[in-house]
């Protein structure tokens, strides 16, 4: 059974930087792909990216192409979402997921098993 915990997040200004991990446990991390959606209050939980289980392949979100890069280490068990040049309309909460049948994709319906999330809050 696959666990995810994430973490990294916090209060950044406008214009700032985090960086989110998530270390996942059970099943051979190098088996399955991941993603990260978000959730900002009274909206839906959205796509932001996805990664396959080799890291080959990345996907992104219009909203946050150019500006934030996910990237595996499948020695690390640990998947990561280097977010740049944030914005005040990036402040959600953050969920790691993970696509364990399919090659990471766009819609969390796909997903089968979710960190608790990691609240990323960025002032203007």
């Known amino acids: 059974q696959v666990q995810l915990v994430e973490s990294g997040g916090g209060l950044v200004q406008a214009g700032g930087s985090l960086r989110l991990s998530c270390a996942a446990s059970?099943?051979?991390?190098?088996?399955?792909?991941m993603g990260w959606f978000r959730q900002a209050p009274g909206k839906e939980r959205e796509f932001v990216a996805a990664?396959?289980?080799?890291?080959?392949?990345?996907y992104y979100a219009d909203s946050v192409k150019g500006r934030f890069t996910f990237s595996r280490d499948n020695a690390a068990n640990t998947v990561y979402l280097q977010m740049n040049s944030l914005k005040p309309e990036d402040t959600a909460v953050y969920y790691c997921?993970?696509?364990?049948?399919?090659?990471?994709?766009?819609?969390?319906?796909?997903?089968?098993?979710w960190g608790l999330g990691t609240q990323v809050t960025v002032s203007s």
């Open positions: 997921a993970a696509d364990l049948y399919g090659p990471g994709r766009t819609t969390k319906q796909h997903y089968d098993v």
């Open positions: 059970g099943r051979t991390f190098s088996s399955y792909a």
């Open positions: 990664v396959s289980w080799s890291g080959e392949n990345t």
